[in-house]
């Protein structure tokens, strides 16, 4: 039982580059989330989906798309990087109510 | 509309020492849910502990300890006999009854020095 994993660990992009940031759960839990994580502040949600085949906004959504793939696979994507993304992001699902997060991805865009 | 206040950025205390983390929050709804995450140096968020708005009761796991007052709008945690592995960010989230999202406060760093 991994719980809840994120890969890549780690990514460096060039501003305009795109990439996928996948993410996968095994508690068959319903709700996954996206979160951004800068230093000194708390997690902001980027986007949820509450249940497979919905997706909705959440505070920070812009430059940002996502694809609930299946119950388990909730990827982010960035069409168009920019620096102002630099994160660490954080994937989570929960059922119904405490969230379970996985380990995170470091990404730097220069 | 929803808040969590850490007011406290940084504290830093010698092992052994008992420390209380403050959470303040603010919600117009009747049924909500309070939590503390532990965020180590690692980077890993860990679930600590959830409380409902209609629950009051105090909790106890070990070295920690939750009080949670509605009258006061907080929820705070305390750890006991602190140890140099409590080092962390430590967050405090809300969430309201059917909102999918947490609320997050800044995080308060805890620092604790052998």
């Known amino acids: 039982n991994a719980g809840v994993t994120q890969t890549p660990k780690f990514q460096v992009l060039k501003t305009g580059q795109s990439m996928t940031l996948q993410c996968a759960q095994d508690?068959?839990?319903?709700?996954m989330y996206w979160y951004r994580q800068d230093p000194g502040m708390g997690l902001r949600l980027i986007y949820y989906?509450?249940?497979?085949?919905?997706?909705d906004k959440g505070e920070v959504p812009n430059g940002y798309n996502v694809s609930r793939l299946n119950k388990r696979e909730f990827s982010l994507r960035l069409e168009s990087a920019a620096p102002s993304q630099t994160s660490v992001y954080f994937c989570a699902s929960s059922e119904p109510i405490e969230q379970f997060f996985g380990p995170g991805t470091r990404l730097t865009v220069l | 509309a929803q808040k969590v206040t850490q007011a406290q950025t940084e504290i830093s205390v010698v092992e052994k020492e008992d420390v209380t983390l403050d959470c303040v929050y603010e919600t117009r709804d009747t049924t909500y849910y309070l939590f503390w995450y532990k965020q180590p140096p690692s980077g890993e968020l860990v679930f600590l502990i959830r409380?409902?708005?209609?629950d009051e009761q105090n909790e106890i796991s070990g070295r920690y300890s939750w009080n949670f007052q509605k009258s006061t709008s907080s929820f705070n945690f305390t750890i006991t006999a602190s140890q140099v592995v409590d080092s962390a960010v430590y967050f405090c989230?809300?969430?309201?009854?059917?909102?999918?999202?947490?609320?997050w406060g800044a995080g308060t760093k805890l620092i604790i020095k052998p």
């Open positions: 989906s509450a249940s497979e085949g919905t997706t």
């Open positions: 508690m068959n839990h319903n709700s």
């Open positions: 989230a809300l969430k309201e009854g059917s909102n999918y999202q947490l609320i």
């Open positions: 409380r409902n708005s209609f």
